[in-house]
């Protein structure tokens, strides 16, 4: 029985693999199946790498069949109402599986339905007759029985050799814990296998790498923020000290040097201000989250940076749902939309757009904001939300960035349980995309 149950599952899986392969193609190739469509539906499946052996079925959602080449549907014992089944399931994840074993051979049919626009627009039915597997499994259960009587032999001397694998990992464990306790980080256990033990030892091993990991990146955080503060601070000193030191300087060059110190003091208060807020997060200091109007909020943030904007002779553009609100705070949600369009906009060609999108699909909420910059190389993107990251370090210090905007967007959009993802433009610039959860208050008493 467990043989014929192993033979069994792998036919579950690979017929279904075959329709699920199928099923998807002829979603992408149509929006509606008809009788009318059998040339086009045998032009895709003849495309297809479909593991020889096997005979396909394809009906419209009414059940009426539009492709069977094998003629299998005219078998009296063919199974039509698994095709009813699966129809009424309306999911690929839950097709219809049917299979036996008898008269030496195995016999497995797979019904799953074609999905378009969250509609079933048919069903892919692949049947598989397989006398090889029959012999297989009859010779799989005569070795069975003789491997048994080899296996019961060898028990005893199987059982010591666990037994002993098992003390040796637990004592390995053992020593490592001490020597993490007693500060040695680097420690690592070295195991082999496959059991529980050994991936606890892996377990073990990756939490101390973690713990480097950490106290690495900490090192170069303070470092970054030393060297970020320590700009500002050093041009305000330089200018400062010119001042002071020359009598007779020229209240011209007086005043220059006064506006120069106050943009110092500015990005300086960027600076640290983004870094309070990157410790709020990382501090997880939770404020109560309420209903936030995303299309208000994308609004407002546009009405304040439309000043940059023109300065940065860029226009701004906007696609806005209705009813697409999301479970956050105001703060969190500014810095999020404020930061990926201050970013679009500093980073964009002149006389160029950036355009928002806001979505509402099913139960997410998308927020998109698209511009037509130089974008980023492709070696850059995997590090674009790190913490001061800059991919053209002398333009981003230009533009007034410090590379911790993306960050605390990264952050900002983990910390209220959506994602956040960049790509290139196949025209140029770059695509920020973020996905929340809808949010939908409750109206019952």
């Known amino acids: 029985m467990a043989s014929r149950d192993i033979i ?6 690979f017929i279904q ?12 190739a149509f929006d509606y199946l008809s009788i009318e469509d059998e040339e086009r539906v045998a032009a895709v ?8 052996g096997i005979h396909i079925i394809i009906t419209d959602n009414e059940g009426n069949i539009i492709y069977d080449p094998s003629g299998i549907s005219k078998q009296e014992n063919f199974h039509f109402h698994y095709i009813e089944a699966a129809l009424k399931e309306n999911d690929m994840e839950n097709d219809v599986f049917f299979s036996e074993f008898s008269g030496g051979a195995f016999t497995s ?3 799953t339905p074609i999905m378009s626009q969250g509609e079933a627009i048919g069903v892919v039915c692949v049947h598989e007759k397989d006398i090889d597997q029959g012999s297989l499994l009859l010779e799989m259960q005569y070795t069975i029985r003789n491997i048994s009587i080899v296996v019961a032999i060898f028990s005893i001397v199987v059982v010591t050799l666990i037994i002993w ?3 040796r990992n637990v004592t390995s464990i053992m020593n490592a814990v001490k020597s993490v306790r007693e500060g040695e980080y680097s420690y690592t256990i070295d195991m082999s296998g496959n059991d529980e033990l050994t991936l606890l030892g892996d377990e073990f091993n990756s ?3 973690k713990l480097r990991e950490t106290d690495e990146l900490r090192r170069r955080f303070v470092a970054d923020a030393s060297h970020e503060l320590k700009t500002p601070l050093a041009t305000i000193r330089l200018l400062s000290d010119s001042i002071l030191q020359n009598e007779n300087i020229e209240p011209e060059t007086v005043q220059e040097f006064i506006g120069d110190i106050g943009m110092e003091a500015e990005r300086l208060s960027r600076t640290t201000g983004k870094l309070m807020t990157l410790t709020r997060l990382d501090s997880q200091i939770d404020d109560e989250l309420i209903g936030i109007d995303m299309k208000e909020a994308v609004l407002d943030t546009i009405r304040m940076l439309k000043p940059l904007a023109a300065t940065n002779n860029v226009s701004l553009r906007s696609q806005l749902d209705e009813d697409a609100s999301i479970r956050a705070t105001k703060d969190s949600v500014h810095h999020i939309i404020f930061n990926l369009i201050e970013n679009a906009i500093k980073y964009n060609q002149p006389d160029c757009s950036v355009f ?11 927020l998109s904001v698209r511009d037509r910059g130089v974008g980023v190389p492709d070696e850059d993107l995997p590090y674009i939300f790190d913490r001061f990251y800059r991919v053209d370090k002398a333009r981003s210090r230009d533009a007034g960035g410090s590379g911790l905007g993306l960050a605390i967007v990264k952050d900002t959009v983990r910390d209220l349980g959506g994602s956040v993802t960049a790509g290139k433009r196949k025209n140029g610039g770059m695509t920020f995309t973020v996905t929340f959860a809808l949010y939908e208050e409750d109206t019952s008493d």
């Open 17 to 28: 693999n075959q329709a699920s392969l199928i099923a998807a193609h002829l979603k992408e």
């Open 109 to 111: 049919t797979a019904f």
């Open 207 to 209: 939490l101390t790498g």
């Open 8 to 13: 069994f599952s792998t036919k579950r899986h």
């Open 356 to 366: 928002v999108r806001l979505e509402k699909k099913g139960n997410l909420v998308i």
């Open 165 to 167: 694998s098992v003390m």
């Open 45 to 52: 499946v003849s495309q297809l790498e479909v593991t020889g």
